[in-house]
């Protein structure tokens, strides 16, 4: 499903206008999106759990020149769905 999907989705379930349901879910993404900028953790109950982590450096190999080089770590956006949606796969 894409964002169009979700947007018609939303609005049938909802019953709304599907310019409302798309301010809805592009107001949901920002809200996320923004979140997560700040380093905050979003915990939604029964559902899914989105942080940012941090990734160590590691250790890579250039396949071009075959010199060795480190990767430097960074902070990445994780997505952890709870047990019931997991199961539900």
């Given at each position: 499903?894409?964002?169009?999907?979700?947007?018609?989705?939303?609005a049938t379930q909802a019953e709304l206008l599907k310019q409302d349901a798309k301010k809805a879910v592009e107001s949901l993404f920002e809200t996320i999106s923004n979140t997560l900028a700040n380093e905050e953790k979003i915990q939604l109950i029964e559902f899914e759990t989105f942080e940012v982590?941090?990734?160590?450096?590691r250790p890579d190999r250039n396949l071009?020149?075959?010199?060795?080089?480190?990767i430097?770590?960074?902070k990445v956006p994780t997505f952890k769905p709870e047990k019931?949606?997991?199961?539900?796969c």
């Open positions: 499903m894409n964002k169009t999907g979700l947007v018609d989705a939303v982590r941090e990734r160590a450096a071009q020149t075959g010199k060795g080089m480190i430097p770590g960074s019931r949606i997991k199961n539900s």
